[in-house]
């Protein structure tokens, strides 16, 4: 192993080892400081997107087999869900994405450095870990990757066992009978879906007047009420105001526009937002500045205030969200290695939220199209009209899209329905080549497939729907 690097990153998460691997293929030779063994690929890998996704899929086949009467004409009967094996199927895949990184680790010639990285200057870490002693790492350049850590409701610390994060509820072994989710944002809406359907008596808890504040309003309102019906109680404009932990659960005071209501819950998941990771690493030491709140300011080539230290990822006040972590971390390193590399377009960001009927935008949302007074026109176009989503019985939800409404060029597009993340692509990459609603709309697509609702959302825009 190496003690001095021309690129050393520090934090092996979504924009950690991308950078890494980025800059190994520009000719760098560069190492990795990961503090946790456990979470080499960092959150997304080990606690996050993948873990969950694979808990979620799981409830999603559940769905599926509850449906088979209709669906294949088999009368299949299901008994109680096994949560250890699904966190175990959630567990192997996490485990083989590790081995494919550790790969192409391998492959790039990057080393992999365990242990805690700390700056003692602008060109020295010292690392700290378990087994080894502490040792200095020189580097020419730097990349802060060290992402997030979940925040907590003030003055109520996470147990592990009745007060959880998200990092907890990918590994219960059991589900509990009953489950406050505090937190209507991505993380909580898609935990509640989730335990919903495994059997899970769910409340989740919002201070915002809907779930999913940033979202497009009909959309949120959408996916509020298919919560509904499917059985989560959900309350807004409510707060958790105490939580008091016993042998055997939690018992919880929420204040909401009806005044207070004190229940008892096997657990309590907290999911109202992350804290940048960066209080850790003794930024000042290198004269790294960050904000109030511990994000690290960037200029559009990732590079912080000190010219040879770049951060990227959950540390920066940009969405917290592993697509968006691999495009900053591939922005850095190819800077790192003298390139011209352009600036992220934030604006052609897909959102993802992963529910049983899932969320998908990109761009701009109806509000802010109107609190920008901006001339649009909105189409929308409903999947119950849609061929295949009726073959498939998947005929919730629908698409919209806003567009200037003289130039016809598309602003935003809003999906909830089945696979809406796999949907929203057509529509980030026509945002980011600046097409029209007409170039979609006069874009075949083949049939009978769930895209052809993109058409028909975009002929909407001018009053032309074929199926609307
Ligand atoms: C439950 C959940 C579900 C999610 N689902 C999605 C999703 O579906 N899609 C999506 O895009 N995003 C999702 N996210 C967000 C996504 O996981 C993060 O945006 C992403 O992991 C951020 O990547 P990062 O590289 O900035 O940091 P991280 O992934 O947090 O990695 C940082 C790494 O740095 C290490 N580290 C910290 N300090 C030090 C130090 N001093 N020395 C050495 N190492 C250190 C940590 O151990 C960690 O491994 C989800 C998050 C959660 C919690």
């Known amino acids: 192993m190496e003690n001095k690097y021309d690129y050393l990153v520090i934090g092996s998460g979504p924009a950690g080892y991308v950078s890494a691997i980025r800059a190994a293929q ?75 990184l550790s790969f192409l680790f391998r492959k790039n010639g990057i080393d992999l450095i365990n242990g805690t990285a700390r700056f003692v200057d602008r060109e020295t870490v010292r690392i700290t870990g378990e087994g080894s002693g502490p040792f200095s790492v020189k580097a020419e350049k730097f990349l802060i990757a060290t992402g997030s850590t979940p925040r907590p409701l003030p003055g109520v610390p996470f147990d592990g066992r009745h007060v959880i994060t998200s990092s907890h509820a990918i590994r219960l072994e059991k589900a509990p009978d009953e489950m406050l989710i505090v937190g209507g944002g991505a993380i909580g809406t898609e935990f509640a879906s989730f335990f919903n359907i495994i059997g899970t008596k769910v409340t989740l808890v919002e201070v915002e007047d809907s779930i999913l504040p940033g979202e497009d309003r009909e959309l949120a309102g959408r996916l509020q009420s298919v919560l509904k ?11 958790v105001k105490d939580v008091s932990s016993g042998p055997d659960g939690a018992e919880v005071t929420i204040e909401g526009s009806r005044g207070e209501t004190r229940a008892k819950f096997g657990a309590v998941l907290v999911s109202i937002g992350r804290t940048p990771a960066t209080s850790g690493i003794d930024p000042e030491k290198a004269g790294v500045k960050t904000d109030d709140s511990g994000y690290i300011p960037v200029d559009a080539k990732m590079r912080t205030n000190v010219e040879n230290i770049y951060a990227a990822g959950d540390v920066l006040r940009t969405p917290m ?7 900053e971390g591939e922005l850095a390193a190819e800077a790192a290695a003298g390139g011209d590399t352009g600036p992220i377009d934030y604006g052609c960001v897909p959102n993802v939220v992963y529910t049983e009927v ?14 920008k007074n901006i001339d649009f026109a909105a189409g929308k176009q409903f999947f119950r009209a849609n061929g295949r989503a009726v073959v498939n019985l998947e005929t919730e939800g629908f698409i919209k899209v806003i567009a200037d409404r003289n130039s016809r060029t598309l602003l935003g597009a809003h999906i909830i329905g089945y696979e809406a993340s796999e949907l929203i692509h057509e529509f980030a990459l ?18 009978p497939t769930f895209s052809e609702t993109a058409v028909d959302a975009c002929k909407a825009v001018f009053g032309k729907a074929i199926h609307g």
Request: aromatic share 2%; with cysteine.
């Open 321 to 327: 969200l592993a697509h968006v972590a691999y495009a």
């Open 229 to 239: 019906r499917r059985g989560i109680t959900v309350l807004t404009s409510s707060r």
């Open 430 to 447: 026509a945002k980011k080549a600046g097409l029209s609603v007409e170039d979609i709309a006069k874009t075949i697509h083949a049939h």
């Open 26 to 100: 520009l000719g760098l030779k560069v190492g990795v400081v990961e503090k946790d063994a456990g979470m080499f690929g960092g959150v997304c890998l080990n606690e996050g997107c993948i873990p969950a996704k694979s808990l979620y899929h799981s409830a999603g086949v559940l769905d599926v087999v509850r449906k088979s009467p209709e669906l294949c004409g088999l009368d299949v009967r299901c008994g109680d869900v096994d949560m250890a094996r699904l966190v175990e199927k959630s567990r192997a895949a996490a485990e083989e994405l590790r081995k494919g």
């Open 358 to 371: 899932q969320v998908a935008s990109v761009g701009m949302t109806e509000e802010e199209a109107r609190s």
